[in-house]
């Protein structure tokens, strides 16, 4: 089967180069992932700033190329798409940018980022089924039209703007979703209605949602299968409560016992090998990138790199701890996804 | 002046080094504060007549939405509010001297030496072009502090010692730091003359996970080896409950509840902050979570009675009517609703 989106050993550098002083940053490492058009998923990507998160959402899109590697939307190069697939790819693929305030034009109604999509797929026949077409989609996201076309961007909050993006994601009709930190700048009690809004397209509509973030919690809440990134290449993969409930790779472990808890009784625990923060990030070649920071640390960490090792059924982290069970064969990550279950249940 | 370099951070030599214990008496009392933005539509009524006081090395939580008057209030403290805004009434007594009677120049020196902020994008507030230690004597030079070469290089030192920075950190430019690492020189700029409260207004917000545990254990680490208060201001009720001794909720530009933190997380008062809480992804429970449904009133025509009955679950005929007052219903605990009508017993002051 071929997959809708796929990245296929992809490696992206930044800097670097024949001229340039210092090494590059490589921003991710030998990367492979794919997301197949049935059954919709919802996978979440969560790492720090610098795990290369982003860089893969930029990449998955198009919007920039690969040192090294591939990202194929349905077995074509997405750098070489032809006119007619490029208009398909565009389509099918949408994104959610993390901020609600610069996506939006201040001199135009939120009304234009909704016309745009209908004008250039000729979406509607008539301007009334344009404006019947942007009704129903905002209702498809909890939003009231009367309450929200017609107005300047600056007169909406900043969760009524960030469900307009996904209103005009979901105008498309995509395959899939991208949503590079879709709440990180909304208010916590608008966070639930937008993810709420998200999981509901994916159950309505069998859209597969990648959902790209910093935030366990979040992630836990809406995702099946979770991808825990560290300095460009993946730590821990597999089932979102696995991973979340019972973290293997010392790195989830230590995220996981970083969020502060809503419960006074119980104190932020956990407790990192306190590493000097303005110590220089050595530029790791060989052995695993985590190791300065891991408190389990062994000799064959700094030796070599770790392998996805599949310590569940439903689970692989990359950590020696684990190294008695079995690796995971190839790159595919897709052996150790939970299969979601039929939409609408 | 000088001191000897090995004692370097004090402003007052002549402060008694015992500190008395804690949360005895108020280092910081505001009383009905009113804070408008004059727009050419009218007066948008930010900060609505709220009282609050603060003790002596407490740690005091303030939580609400955007727009809800937190950080107004944290730049009312420090009279930074700007034109078209303006603080219309109140008084903030520091240590009994009520800020707003200050003369400009008498309030600029007790900025950053009596009162220090860390501001939420306080990473971006540095200068671009001036070194760490730079910064740091420009603070000190701006109250009147003069250290030979030497002598400051030594604060310096102790300063970002303090916050877990290497000495090296000084002669170095905000763009060779991480986030992280940023946040920590503001901190490090903020007790550098060593302030009675620090006001942090979402210190962490930009921060990862990770990151915003170490720069908070430092925070408050500094706090308490200052013996000073410090107001937390944001939205993340997560990092409150593990932080501050007190939360105080603001909604629409008032004080909806204040409550010690784990009376409010056991049996928040408000609904207000019953809902909030609510609103938490829990990792425990899947789907345990919901948004607060509608969304805050206009700040420019405020409605008549509770500002927050429009999205209240147990709105009642009354709310529209009249408006409540935070009063304490019970020992140490303040909420402003009409739910509590019966129970109170004595007007908070």
């Known amino acids: ?345 | 002046m000088s001191s000897p370099s090995h004692h370097p951070i004090t402003l007052t030599p002549s402060h008694p080094v015992t500190l008395p214990p804690r949360h005895t008496h108020h280092v910081l009392e505001v009383r009905d504060l009113v804070v408008h933005y004059h727009t050419t539509r009218g007066a948008v009524q930010a900060v609505n007549g709220v009282s609050f006081d603060i003790r002596e090395g407490e740690r005091l939580g303030l939580v609400g939405e955007s727009g809800s008057g937190k950080s107004t209030i944290a730049l009312a403290l420090l009279r930074l509010i700007r034109p078209p805004g303006r603080i219309e009434s109140g008084e903030m007594l520091l240590e009994g001297v009520d800020l707003l009677s200050l003369y400009e120049e008498e309030m600029r020196r007790v900025r950053l030496a009596k009162i220090a902020l860390v501001a939420q994008g306080a990473m971006n507030s540095l200068n671009p072009v001036l070194r760490v230690k730079e910064q740091i004597r420009d603070g000190l030079k701006d109250h009147g502090i003069q250290l030979s070469p030497r002598a400051l290089a030594d604060r310096v030192a102790e300063l970002l010692n303090s916050v877990g920075l290497r000495r090296d950190v000084a002669n170095m430019f905000p763009h060779e730091l991480s986030g992280g690492m940023k946040q920590r020189v503001c901190i490090a700029i903020a007790i550098s003359l060593r302030p009675k409260l620090i006001i942090a207004d979402e210190p962490t917000s930009a921060l990862d996970v990770v990151v915003q545990r170490q720069v908070m254990d430092t925070l408050l680490a500094v706090q308490e080896d200052l013996g000073a208060s410090i107001i937390l201001i944001g939205h993340d009720m997560g990092l409150m409950a593990q932080v501050v001794d007190r939360v105080g909720i603001m909604y629409a530009g008032n004080l909806a509840e204040v409550s010690p933190v784990s009376d409010l997380f056991r049996a928040p008062l408000h609904p207000y902050s019953n809902l909030l809480i609510a609103s938490l992804p829990s990792l425990e429970e899947k789907g345990a979570f919901q948004g607060i449904p509608g969304l805050p009133p206009s700040l420019l025509n405020r409605p008549t009675g509770c500002a927050f009955r429009t999205r209240c679950p147990h709105a009642m005929e009354h709310c529209a009517v009249v408006t409540p007052h935070l009063r304490e219903v019970e020992p140490e605990r303040r909420v402003s609703c009409h739910l509590y009508e019966n129970e109170w017993s004595r007007e908070s002051a």
């Not at chain 1, 950590?319 to 609408?344: H, I, N, R, W």
Request: glycine share 6%; charged share 25%.
């Open chain 1, 1 to 345: 089967m071929t997959a809708l989106l796929e990245a296929r050993h992809v490696t992206k550098v930044f800097g670097g180069g024949r001229f340039a002083k210092a090494p590059g940053t490589v921003a991710l490492d030998d990367f492979s992932f794919r997301v197949d058009a049935e059954p919709p998923t919802i996978t979440a990507i969560v790492g720090e700033s610098g795990s290369g998160k982003t860089t893969l959402a930029r990449l998955l899109l198009g919007l920039a190329a690969p040192t090294s590697g591939e990202v194929l939307y349905r077995g074509q190069d997405v750098q070489r798409l032809s006119g007619d697939e490029r208009r398909r790819f565009l389509r099918d693929v949408q994104v959610i940018f993390q901020d609600p305030y610069e996506v939006y034009n201040p001199f135009y109604k939120v009304d234009h980022v909704l016309e745009t999509p209908i004008k250039k797929f000729r979406l509607a026949p008539s301007r009334e089924k344009a404006r019947q077409l942007m009704e129903e989609t905002l209702n498809a996201v909890g939003l009231r039209p009367d309450e929200t076309l017609g107005r300047h961007p600056h007169q909406l909050s900043g969760g009524q703007r960030q469900r307009i993006m996904v209103a005009r994601a979901l105008l498309l009709q995509p395959r899939l979703i991208i949503a590079d930190e879709p709440v990180s700048m909304v208010d916590a009690s608008l966070r639930a209605t937008i993810l709420e809004s998200l999981r509901q397209l994916h159950l309505k509509f069998g859209i597969s949602i990648l959902y790209i973030t910093h935030d366990l919690t979040t992630a836990y809440q809406i995702s099946q299968n979770i991808l825990v990134m560290y300095r460009g290449e993946v730590a821990e993969v597999g089932d979102v409560d696995l991973v979340v409930k019972q973290p293997r790779h010392p790195y989830t472990q230590l995220l996981v016992q970083s969020i502060p808890k809503a419960d006074p009784n119980h104190p932020w625990h956990g407790h990192e090998i306190p590493v000097d923060p303005s110590a220089p990030v050595a530029a790791v070649t060989h052995g695993c990138k985590f190791a300065d920071r891991c408190p389990y640390v062994m000799d064959i960490s700094r030796q070599q790199r770790p392998p996805l090792f599949r310590t569940d059924e439903r689970r692989a982290a990359a950590c020696f701890l684990y190294k008695e069970s079995p690796q995971l064969e190839g790159t595919d990550l897709e052996q150790v996804m939970a299969v979601p279950l039929v939409p609408g249940v």
